[in-house]
């Protein structure tokens, strides 16, 4: 489906972009633009990919801009076949303290996005959320999950056949930048303890190779205002140090820290009125688009005999022994270039 078509990547600096370059750039896809605010990083990226694929560069092409100024956006649309949207602020601290700016982003910039790829002919438009749009407790997860509305809601104004728009939600996305391991291993070569805040704290792990599989699902089987989510394994953040250490034939121990502000002690990929509705796809689920219309009786004076079944979270889903935990770090790039630098 990527002969001879155009994508654009928004926040395409990122590890996603990366590894969406590497596993298409030398495929027959016709021209991937990358789409992000940051020069330094993409002038990083272009210097790295002209050593590593000089014969392929004419397929790689860079735009600076910002999901919030849909001006630049227009810009890089033209000709767009498809769009994955992962350009968003994602780091829980920062948008605790700046909360507009996680708007103007997450909300407003995906907005953006959608109008100018309507605008522009786009074939589908994949949106990137978290697990923490669901039951969100911090202002990253909120305007994530307000990010899943304005996808959804869109969706439902323009034909499918035109534009199709749909999402996926997936939990932490192991040595992602930001993510918790990169700093698990700079501690270990520290000779520092590794901060924990809760041992028994689960997590969702996911390489970045799946959740590009996800993404790619999503894009190939998706109808217009779907969410897709796969179903990911999860550890506890103390096996996490756990093994991690012994990768690392380290004893630095563990610190408790506590629980930090806006933090869960497990994230949770489906709701229950989410899981009620969800289609089992194998590897996946299918969270079909609710296609009531604007008659509100349907929200406010006819109810609908659904019953919660359940969650799916991270401490109901597969939990990951310690040797399956070390296999999965092991098949890492991250890791497998740390653990070279060691003589390991």
């Known amino acids: 489906m990527f002969t001879n078509k155009t994508l654009l990547i928004t926040g395409g600096t990122g590890s996603f972009g990366q590894t969406v370059l590497d596993k298409f750039l030398d495929t027959d896809i016709r021209e991937i633009r990358i789409f992000s605010r940051d020069e330094t990083k993409q002038d990083a990226m272009r210097h790295a990919y002209q050593l590593s694929h000089p014969d392929l560069m004419g397929k790689l092409k860079f735009y600076l801009g910002d999901v919030r100024d849909i001006s630049s956006l227009h810009l890089a649309m033209g000709g767009v076949d498809y769009v994955f949207h992962a350009a968003a602020l994602k780091q829980v601290p920062s948008c605790e303290f700046f909360p507009m700016e996680a708007v103007k982003t997450n909300i407003e910039g995906t907005d953006n996005v959608i109008t100018s790829s309507i605008s522009a002919g786009v074939k589908k438009i994949v949106c990137l959320s978290t697990d923490k749009a669901a039951y969100p407790i911090n202002a990253m997860g909120m305007t994530k999950a307000l990010m899943e509305k304005v996808y959804q809601a869109r969706s439902r104004m323009v034909d499918e056949n035109d534009t199709l728009i749909c999402g996926t939600r997936y939990g932490n996305v192991m040595c992602s930048r930001g993510s918790v391991i990169p700093l698990f291993v700079e501690q270990i070569q520290q000779g520092r303890p590794i901060t924990i805040t809760s041992p028994a704290m689960t997590r969702f792990m996911m390489t970045l190779d799946e959740a590009s599989e996800l993404v790619l699902y999503a894009l190939k089987n998706a109808n217009s205002g779907d969410l897709m989510v796969m179903k990911a394994p999860a550890c506890s953040v103390g096996m996490l140090a756990e093994v991690l250490q012994g990768l690392f034939k ?84 991250y890791i497998q270039q740390k653990l070279k630098e060691v003589g390991i």
Do not use: W
């Open 250 to 333: 380290a004893t630095v121990g563990t610190k408790i820290i506590g629980i930090r502000h806006g933090e869960k002690m497990f994230e949770t990929l489906l709701t229950p009125g989410e899981f009620l509705r969800a289609q089992d796809h194998g590897d996946f689920f299918c969270i079909p688009s609710d296609s009531r219309g604007l008659n509100y009786d349907n929200y406010l004076s006819i109810g609908q005999d659904e019953r919660e079944a359940g969650t799916f979270n991270s401490d109901n889903t597969h939990i990951l022994t310690a040797q399956e935990l070390e296999q999965k770090l092991l098949s890492v790039p």
